[in-house]
C-alpha cells in the first residue's frame, strides 16, 4: 500500500463496516437504506479485500432478490428501513402482488435494473482469493451463484434486446445509473407526464443544496415512468409495445460486454457446458458490433439511442467511452483515449484533478455541480481504470488510480465530486466509494 494513503484503507473499511447492514451493505448511511444492484457489485469488489465470505453474502443476498425472468432487481429493500427514507419504498413498487416473476422473493424488490457490473465482482472475489484459504469458500460461491448470473444475462440480451442489436434497452433513467444524464434530456422531453400523487423528496434532506440532485421536472418523469411500467404490470411486451421511454444504453451494453467476458472465465473455473461458454462468446460478439455500429465520427463517442425517435442521442458524456470498457479495436481505442485525454475531458485544465468528469464541460448542459451532469464518480473512474489496466495502458491506469487516490484523500468517501474545485458532493460515507477505494489500496 502507498504510504501517501496511509490510514485511507482502514477508514474505508469503517464506512463499509458502518452501512453494512448483516450480510449486505446499504448504499449510503441516509440518503439510500437500501440495497442497490450496482453498488452492491462494487462493494462485493472492494470487500473481496477483506475476505471472501463476506463479499459473496453481498451478491448473494442480492441474488435472492433475483426475479424469474432472470432479472436483478435496481434495489432490494431493506425491511427495518425508517418509513419514507426512501422516496419509492416497496409499497410503491408492488413488484410481488403486479408481477409473479417477482413474488418468490424473501425481501421485496423493485422492478427496474441496473448496469451488470456482478459477474465481475463474481469473478474479482475468486482472483482475489485465489491461492489464499479462502479459495474453496470463493470457487463454492462461484458455483452456486453462475447459474444466477447466466440468468441475468440472458435476460439482458432476450428481454432487453429482442432486435438482437447487442445493444441494452432501458425503460428508465434509473435503469442507466447515471440517472439526470443529459444523455436522456431528449428521451425525457417526449415523455408527456400525466396526473401524479404529490410527493414529497427526502433525498433533498439529505444533501447540502437541491442543485446537487435531480430537478423537480426530472423527479416528475421518474415518477410517471414508474408508473407507466406498474400499469403494464412490469410486463416486457407490454412495456416495449406501449413505453414512452425505451433507449438503447452504450454504457450498460458495455459493461455487459465486459461482464459476460468475466462469465466465460467463470463457467470455465466451474466447469459449466462448452455450449454455454459459446453463448456467452456469440453475446460478446454481437455487443461489440452493436457498441461499434453507434459510433459517432463528429463526435468522436458512442452515442446512446432514442427508439422512440429512431435518433442517436447527441451529447458528450462519459457514456460515449463505452468500447474502452467493453473492449475494441487498437483505432478506436487510440482515438478514444485521445479525447478522453484533450481538452474536452480529463484534460481541461481547469479540473482539480485529471479526472473524467461525468458530462464533458464543453457542453452546454454540463453543470459542475449537479449529479451526472458534470460531477467525478469514483465508481466510473474504477471502470475506467480496469478497462486501462486490461488495454496494457499500465500509465495511464496507475495515473489515474493515484489521482482518484488524491481525490479521496481530500474529499472523504463522497458520492461524486466537483470537478474543478475537488469538492465533496452528494452522501458522505458512500459504500461504493469506499469500496473502489479498497480495491485500489490492497
Ligand atoms: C436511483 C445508489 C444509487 C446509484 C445510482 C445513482 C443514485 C438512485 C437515486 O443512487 O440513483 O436509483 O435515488 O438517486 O444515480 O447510480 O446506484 O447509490
Not at 471472501?52 to 453474502?57: G, L, N, P, V
Not at 422516496?87 to 413488484?95: D, T, V
Not at 455541480?369 to 495511464?396: F, H, M, N, T
Not at 493515484?402 to 452522501?427: C, H, N, V
Request: charged letters at 25%; aromatic letters at 10%; a negative charge.
Amino acid at each position: 500500500m502507498s504510504d501517501s494513503f496511509a490510514g485511507m484503507f482502514e477508514e474505508a473499511v469503517r464506512v463499509l463496516r458502518r452501512n453494512d447492514m448483516g450480510g449486505w451493505t446499504r448504499a449510503a448511511p441516509e440518503l439510500y437504506p437500501h440495497q442497490w444492484s450496482w453498488d452492491s457489485a462494487f462493494i462485493a469488489i472492494g470487500l473481496a479485500r477483506l475476505g471472501a465470505r463476506r463479499a459473496a453474502s453481498e451478491l448473494t443476498t442480492l441474488l435472492d432478490g433475483q426475479w424469474t425472468t432472470g432479472k436483478i432487481p435496481h434495489i432490494v429493500f431493506n425491511p427495518k428501513a425508517p418509513p419514507g427514507s426512501y422516496l419509492l419504498g416497496p409499497e410503491h413498487w408492488a413488484s410481488a402482488s403486479l408481477s409473479r416473476s417477482a413474488s418468490g422473493t424473501p425481501r421485496p424488490t423493485s422492478a427496474l435494473c441496473q448496469p451488470p457490473v456482478h459477474a465481475i465482482a463474481a469473478l474479482r472475489i475468486f482472483e482475489v482469493a485465489r491461492g489464499t484459504a479462502d479459495e474453496d469458500e470463493a470457487r463454492s460461491f462461484l458455483s452456486g451463484g453462475y447459474a444466477n448470473l447466466l440468468a441475468w444475462h440472458r435476460y439482458l440480451a432476450t428481454a432487453r434486446d429482442p432486435e438482437g442489436s447487442g445493444l441494452v434497452t432501458i425503460y428508465h433513467p434509473w435503469e442507466s445509473g447515471t440517472d439526470n444524464s443529459p444523455r436522456w434530456d431528449e428521451a425525457l422531453a417526449n415523455v408527456k407526464v400525466g396526473e401524479l400523487s404529490p410527493y414529497a423528496r427526502p433525498d433533498l434532506g439529505f444533501v447540502d443544496e437541491p442543485s446537487e440532485r435531480p430537478t423537480a421536472e426530472e423527479y416528475d418523469r421518474y415518477l410517471w415512468l414508474v408508473d407507466l411500467l406498474k400499469r403494464s404490470r412490469y410486463d416486457e411486451g407490454r412495456i416495449y409495445r406501449s413505453h414512452p421511454f425505451l433507449v438503447k444504453d452504450v454504457l450498460f451494453s458495455a459493461i455487459l460486454v465486459a461482464a459476460n467476458e468475466a462469465l466465460v472465465e467463470i463457467s470455465r473455473i466451474v466447469g459449466a457446458r462448452e455450449r454455454d461458454v459459446e453463448m456467452i462468446g456469440r453475446w460478446i460478439e454481437r455487443g461489440r458490433r452493436g457498441l461499434d455500429a453507434c459510433y459517432d465520427g463528429d463526435l468522436g463517442l458512442c452515442l446512446d439511442r432514442d427508439l422512440r425517435s429512431d435518433e442517436p442521442l447527441r451529447v458528450r458524456t462519459i457514456a460515449g467511452f463505452a468500447p474502452l470498457i467493453s473492449g475494441c479495436t487498437d483505432t478506436l481505442r487510440e482515438k478514444l483515449l485521445l479525447l478522453l485525454y484533450s481538452g474536452t475531458f480529463a484534460g481541461d485544465d481547469r479540473l482539480r484533478w485529471p479526472l473524467p468528469p461525468s458530462t464533458s464541460p464543453r457542453e452546454a448542459r454540463f453543470h459542475p455541480r449537479a449529479y451526472w451532469r458534470g460531477p467525478v464518480w469514483p465508481v466510473i473512474s474504477w471502470l475506467l481504470w480496469r478497462s486501462l489496466k486490461l488495454a496494457g495502458e499500465e500509465g495511464r491506469a496507475a495515473d489515474l488510480r493515484r489521482s482518484s487516490l488524491e481525490q479521496l484523500a481530500a474529499g472523504g468517501f463522497a458520492e461524486y465530486f466537483e470537478p474543478f474545485t475537488g469538492e465533496p458532493l452528494g452522501s458522505d460515507d458512500q459504500s461504493w466509494t469506499a469500496a473502489v477505494a479498497l480495491d485500489w489500496l490492497a
